[in-house]
């Protein structure tokens, strides 16, 4: 074999390397991306229960109730559906009835959601891109409302 030879196969076998690695990590971080579901697209899947999964629409006006220890309930809406929300931990102040919001948590047995982190909207001319996008799959959107960006309130560890 000349060194050509063999240069090229070293060269050849590092890449082949490098793309098993590089399989490897990308199906390990496909299992831990998070996507945004309306609850619409919670319905229409039908997700088993312990599914990790994030939440978006509005806070539903008269379903958000607080009791004690922090816990927090409330009902997220796209217009079509709604979700029951369970959350322990400090909603964001701007966090209220009729205001975009999306919870990461997981889905249980009955149906209901419990999330382990809220995000809220920063002020009246702020919205999830997410949230926007559901409410304009629902009709409810209406154009040149509000910019989008999101904050992040997580429950303490």
């Known amino acids: 074999m000349t060194r050509k030879q063999r240069r090229l196969i070293l060269i050849g076998g590092s890449l082949g390397v490098l793309a ?3 399989v490897l990590v990308l199906s390990a ?3 831990s991306i998070v ?3 309306s609850p619409t697209d919670i319905v229409q899947k039908q997700l088993k229960a312990g599914t990790r999964i994030r939440v978006g629409g509005l806070v539903k006006p008269g379903s958000l109730e607080r009791g004690e220890k922090l816990n927090v309930r409330f009902a997220v809406t796209d217009g079509n559906h709604d979700i029951a929300v369970r959350y322990q931990g400090i909603v964001p102040d701007l966090f209220r009835e009729g205001q975009g919001v999306v919870t990461e948590g997981k889905i249980e047995a009955d ?4 999330a382990d982190s809220v995000l809220a909207k920063h ?3 702020y ?4 949230v926007v996008d559901a409410l304009k799959q629902s009709g409810r ?3 040149g409302e509000m910019k989008t960006d999101a904050h992040v309130v997580s429950k303490p560890q």
Do not use: K, Y
Request: net charge negative.
């Open 20 to 22: 098993i690695a590089a």
């Open 29 to 31: 971080l496909s299992d």
């Open 127 to 130: 919205m999830p891109r997410e």
């Open 35 to 37: 996507f945004f579901n």
């Open 123 to 125: 002020d009246e001319n």
């Open 111 to 114: 149906g209901s959601f419990v």
């Open 141 to 143: 959107w209406q154009e």
